[in-house]
């Protein structure tokens, strides 16, 4: 049997092998605005973002117009960042907002001459007081540098051909935009911004064209790539066995049930099984695909004609997984549609009741009129032929889908599906949730290394979530299913421990991964939900009652509105700070301590900064 060292070397050497050739990495600071992007053995560049100032508030501080009878979010959003920057409102554009039931939040950007700056942003969010709780910028000050012209001087056509030259794919026709990138220094480059993809490699990134040379100045990577040594959703895998679900939808999140997007009306009786897993669903309203295709996915092989059928009529699924046989024989495909079609519209489900809804940039075909871009399913490939060893979530903009691909694992004979692992499909749908609650649903707010680090550690916290069913908080293994290693792929449990699990804040100091600097994330909050159980125990039904009280139920709130809180490009101590506030905003900041606590206990304590530890909580606590 493999090490789980030797395959943490293999899957890093597997995803990494670009930047394991690339110069070393620059001082550690570089990871809050830096990201080296290799999208070919030729093309290297390494995106600058505007490091984010982020201040919380507690109980609110007021706003210029507070005062002003009624409210109006972009006004009052706009007004404070006029306030607090002293920048004309002209230059600040109301991009997207959404409200929840404990705050308002406010996207905006910062415009010059009209034109927006892609990578100057701010979030503005308000409590249900019509105060100001927090603000987050990464505005950057216009007398540091000239304003180039606002008239391109290459055609669309132009920056598309050299993008595809450059990139190695090809412009997937989504409409091109013209926005301003601030370049590290604090130049201005204006920019036609174009899509690229590549189904071969599964690159799909947004170029930044030079409007001048064709030179491509900045990339937002929408691929968040596993390197995690990768059934019912509180099980991870298989051999723990499979059982019976009865209405496994919450029809509170997805009102027409997961097989229809409430355009056609029938009143077909439903009953799902999946793998193994069955699930006997009485109370679809209105059945419409007989097939893994719903309002909020679909799974399907190589093409998206390829979905599962029902195996009789009445929408049942029923299809036994053969461990004995290759993962493609028998009716093992089926069985891995139907599990990660089960699994992510559960994800849909639960993340939709603690706050990832329409209006949050949810993925979704139809929003019901509630808010968001819609036709924007996740599409979710199984098996699919372009990948080994790995899985990937790419997270456009809201309005575009979310594309989960998943791969085979050829470490094992047979080899192993990792649409059958649910810790595996969970990880890579919570990228979509976490690239589009942060930052306004534009996907382009979890490019920084330490930002994208995060971005992993909340996906392996989610993973683990989903699964604890009590109050236990035992160490947490993932990934284990696909390389047949109780070891899991990551270097240590996630762990109350700190011998078990060594990584704190400083940990920071010699790591260069993104899923490294997860790990280091996902061991803090599983310390996080540690205290929070051990505050107020654990509820059996969180996953869909989110108004129980038990301290699983407290920390998924926390996790979800802690996200749009945090700027652009949080990092761990900004994102800590979303967290607190958190919690003053729907809890009256009663879990301050326990929060402060578990944070401190890893290094992230309040006198924490540039990957320093510090233990110390608040006075008080
Ligand atoms: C998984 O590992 C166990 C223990 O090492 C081994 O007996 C078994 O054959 C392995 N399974 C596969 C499919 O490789
Ligand atoms: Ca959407
Ligand atoms: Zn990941």
């Not at 927006?116 to 701010?122: E, F, I, L």
């Amino acid at each position: 049997m493999f090490s789980t060292k030797f395959f943490a070397s293999v899957l890093l050497a597997v995803v990494c092998a670009s930047t394991t050739t690339a110069m070393p990495w620059p001082a550690s600071l570089r990871h809050t605005t830096h990201r080296t992007r290799e999208l070919t053995p030729n093309f290297k560049l390494e995106a600058f973002h505007p490091e984010s100032t982020f201040e919380t508030f507690g109980a609110g501080i007021d706003h210029p117009l507070k005062k002003r009878a009624g409210e109006d979010l972009e006004d009052d959003a706009v007004s404070f960042v006029e306030s607090q920057l002293g920048i004309s409102k002209d230059d600040i554009t109301f991009k997207s907002g959404f409200s929840s039931d404990v705050a308002k939040h406010a996207f905006v950007r910062q415009t010059i001459n009209g034109i927006p700056v892609a990578n100057a942003v701010a979030n503005v969010v308000f409590n249900n007081d019509g105060k100001v709780v927090s603000f987050g910028s990464s505005f950057v000050k216009p007398t540091n540098f000239r304003t180039p012209s606002t008239t391109p001087s290459l055609t669309v056509e132009q920056a598309i051909s050299k993008a595809e030259a450059a990139l190695g794919g090809k412009f997937n026709d989504h409409p091109a935009t013209l926005e301003f990138v601030v370049k590290e220094d604090n130049s201005l480059v204006l920019t036609h911004v174009v899509q690229i993809e590549n189904d071969a490699t599964g690159a799909w990134v947004e170029a930044f064209v030079d409007a001048r040379t064709g030179d491509i100045v900045h990339i937002t990577d929408f691929v968040t790539k596993a390197s995690y040594r990768v059934l019912p959703i509180s099980k991870e895998i298989l051999t723990e066995g499979f059982e019976t679900l009865t209405d496994p939808q919450d029809l509170a999140a997805s009102p027409n049930g997961w097989h229809s997007d409430g355009t056609t009306s029938t009143t077909t009786t439903a009953y799902v099984l999946t793998a193994g897993i069955v699930f006997s669903s009485k109370q679809f309203l209105t059945p419409h695909f007989s097939h893994d295709s719903g309002n909020n996915a679909i799974a399907f092989k190589g093409a998206q004609t390829a979905t599962t059928s029902q195996s009789s009529t009445g929408l049942n699924f029923i299809f036994t997984q053969n461990p004995a046989q290759a993962p493609t024989a028998g009716q093992n495909l089926d069985a891995a549609r139907t599990n990660a079609f089960y699994v992510v519209n559960t994800v849909h489900d639960i993340s939709y009741r603690y706050g990832f809804t329409e209006g949050a940039f949810n993925f979704q075909n139809n929003n019901f009129g509630k808010g968001g871009s819609g036709n924007d399913r996740v599409t979710i490939s199984v098996q699919d032929a372009n990948g080994i060893d790995n899985a990937d979530f790419a997270t456009p903009a809201d309005g575009q889908s979310g594309r989960m691909r998943m791969f085979l694992w050829d470490l094992t004979n047979p080899q192993r599906d990792g649409a059958l692992e649910n810790d595996i499909v969970v990880h890579e749908n919570t990228h979509g949730i976490t690239n589009r609650m942060t930052g306004g649903g534009t996907g382009r707010c979890l490019q920084t290394l330490e930002a994208g680090g995060m971005g992993e550690g909340w996906s392996d916290a989610m993973a683990e979530w989903t699964e604890h069913k009590d109050a236990t908080v035992p160490n947490y293994v993932l990934g284990q299913y696909v390389i047949n290693d109780s070891a899991g792929i990551r270097s240590f449990p996630y762990s109350t421990s700190a011998t078990t699990n060594p990584l704190r804040y400083s940990s920071l100091k010699t790591l260069n991964e993104v899923h490294d600097i997860g790990e280091v994330w996902a061991n803090i909050l599983h310390n996080v939900y540690a205290g929070l159980v051990g505050a107020h125990g654990f509820s059996a039904t969180a996953k869909t009652d989110p108004t129980v009280t038990g301290g699983n139920a407290v920390f998924l709130h926390l996790f979800l509105d802690a996200l749009p809180l945090q700027p652009c490009n949080p990092t761990f101590l900004t994102a800590r700070n979303a967290w607190i506030q958190a919690d003053v905003n729907r809890f009256g900041g009663a879990n301050s301590c326990t929060l402060w606590r578990a944070f401190a206990s890893r290094g992230l304590g309040v006198n924490a900064a540039n990957h320093n530890d510090d233990s110390t909580v608040p006075s008080g606590c």
